[in-house]
């Protein structure tokens, strides 16, 4: 078969079973497209023997009639997953040598579904940024860009080499986390599906905690099937994650029959931004008669709180972010710094956290520390977890009401060029404007791509459910998806 | 709310995170931007709101009090910058 990486995960699955190929040939393709692809940066840490060694066990099981959903299909894993005995560092200089004794619950359940890990994926440092540009790696480069010699462009962040290597092509799918938008503006930005599950859907034990009441991992695949396939392998309760759901996960890929007559699908108001680009509204209005022409009721809504979700995310993740980088102390793992003459034990954890975390993180940890503080307390942390409260009072009403799903852009922008926004944080944070309220208010959320702009880069649409009812969701995703008929593939340059 | 250089310093230093002394005019300046950003939350009628706990209504389960896990100690200090004897080793804590 050729183009073994171009496949979606659903064609190598049917075309392992049939026996058309084996997982050794994808496995060996896939490894092969890497060692080409360093100029993207996507893939900082390649474990071509264990991917050998799974692909050949899945072939064994695939011939033995014994094969789980998954079995034989090579995937990457983002760096914030601990994998054991492999670098599982966050991007972050303060995990440098860092190999987990361990391997976190969702890795080892796609392990267990057969899946082949080709390599640890480049990400934003600890997953905060929306470039890819805080890696302690360096930058991961957009497979698309505009024209033969157009200037780099973010793949988005944090999942940004998640984003780029399932893009261009170098797996077939791969893990992603998503605490403001990580898995949904990258996937936006490279022509991907990124599904965000329910919070508490997948365990977020082994993953670096960043925020922990916002974090979810969740899979970024091909297309809205391949989501379905993978999410379904992701999660599940864990009895090692006190906030993984204690309930049944039903079977993703069978809700995909792409009816959705009857469904209604609200449009929020308060989405249509001042100074939103006209290609983005355009998108947005085309995904409406989309949804319409399937058959679904397209009602007009209202978020109100939406405006102060942003604000109150960045009181929220540094906060938690501060208490969970905590533990980087130099002490256990990672990086310590070398000490001077008399340098004691404060001297040490001052030292190795100002070498360790890069300038994005320290940022963080910091105004988390300031809002955390006596005497702001109540001022900053406590009002941003009431305005949470409204803010998912908001999503509870209009679903209360009927609304079945949510539609609204992915993005404020297409994949913009790589340092133009680093400069100002606050303009970078913007970023996640349309992402973050689903974070806020723990629900499923999906970017399909839905069109190219007048420069020839992907743009999505992003669907936001009810909780726990990601079923439904892809289902009206596999609708939108299948309107829209995204093909467009980047031109291959690197 | 603004944040002078004094207050950085002490954020700094609650954190344990090493600023040096020029490098805190840049952070304070930093820290009014992102804080000016936060300050929209004061528009917000909170009056009677809880803030939110959870956000799925989930109680945390508890499990029995009993040990589950353990005798690894190799595993738990393979990764340490430094381990000595079986112990994590840091500079002289007590004089």
Known sequence: ?494 | MSIDQDTARRVAKLARIKVEEDALPALAQEFNTILGFIEQLGEVDVEGVEPMVSVTPMRLKRREDVVTDGGMQDKILSNAPDAREGFFAVPKVVE
């Open chain 1, 1 to 494: 078969m050729s183009d073994l990486t171009k496949l979606t995960l659903a064609a190598a699955r049917d075309a392992l079973r049939k026996g058309d190929t084996t997982s050794v040939e994808l496995t060996e393709a896939c490894l092969k497209a890497i060692d080409a692809a360093d100029l993207l940066n996507a893939f900082v840490h390649k474990t071509p023997d264990i991917a050998m060694e799974r692909a050949k066990a899945a072939d064994a099981r695939l011939q033995a009639g014994d094969a789980p959903a998954m079995c034989g299909l090579p995937i990457g894993i983002k760096d914030l997953f601990c994998t054991k005995g492999v670098a599982s560092q966050a991007a972050s200089r303060i995990l440098e040598g860092f190999r987990p004794e361990y391997e976190s619950t969702v890795s080892q359940q796609l392990i267990d579904a057969g899946a082949v890990m080709l390599g640890k994926l480049n990400m934003d440092e600890f997953a905060m940024g929306s470039s890819n540009e805080t890696s302690c790696y360096g930058n991961v480069i957009n497979p698309w860009r505009v024209g033969a010699d157009g200037a780099a462009l973010t793949p988005g962040g944090s999942s940004g080499g998640s984003a780029a290597a399932v893009a261009a092509d170098l797996c077939l799918a791969a893990t992603g986390t998503d605490t403001g938008g990580s898995i949904r503006q990258p996937a936006a930005f490279t022509g991907i599906t990124g599904i965000k599950p329910t919070y508490g859907r997948c365990s977020r034990w082994g993953i670096v905690a960043f925020a922990s009441s916002l974090d979810q991992a969740g899979p970024m695949t091909r297309d809205v099937r391949d989501a379905a396939i993978m999410l379904q392998a992701m999660c599940g309760h864990d009895p090692k994650d006190s906030t993984s759901a204690e309930l049944a996960v039903p079977d993703f890929e069978a809700a995909l029959t792409g009816d959705i007559r009857g469904k209604t699908i609200g449009i929020p108001r308060e989405y249509r931004m001042e100074g939103m680009p006209a290609e983005i509204e355009a998108l947005w209005t085309r995904g409406r008669e989309m949804l319409a022409d399937a058959g679904a009721k397209i009602t007009d809504i209202s978020l109100p709180h939406t405006k102060y979700a942003l604000p109150a995310y960045y009181v929220i993740a540094p906060a938690e972010a501060s208490s969970n980088l905590a533990r980087y102390d130099g002490v256990r793992y990672g990086h310590r710094a070398k000490l001077a003459q008399g340098d004691g034990i404060t001297e040490m954890y001052e030292k190795t956290r100002a070498e360790g975390f890069g300038p994005e993180v320290r940022r963080r940890v910091m105004v988390g520390t300031y809002v955390l503080s006596a005497g702001f307390y109540d001022a900053y942390y406590n009002r941003a977890r009431r305005v949470r409260a409204l803010i998912k009072r908001d999503f509870d009403e209009v679903f209360a009401q009927g609304i079945d799903a949510i539609l609204t852009p992915a993005t404020p922008s297409a994949a913009f060029e790589l340092g133009k926004e680093m400069s100002d944080p606050v303009e970078m944070y913007l970023n996640d404007v349309f992402t973050v309220t689903v974070n806020l208010a723990g629900l499923p959320g999906i970017s399909v791509p839905a069109g190219l702009d007048a420069q020839g880069l992907p743009l999505g649409l992003q669907l936001i459910g009810r909780p726990w009812e990601e079923a439904d969701l892809l289902n009206t995703a596999y609708a939108l998806e299948r309107a829209a008929g995204f093909v467009a593939k980047p031109a291959k340059w690197w």
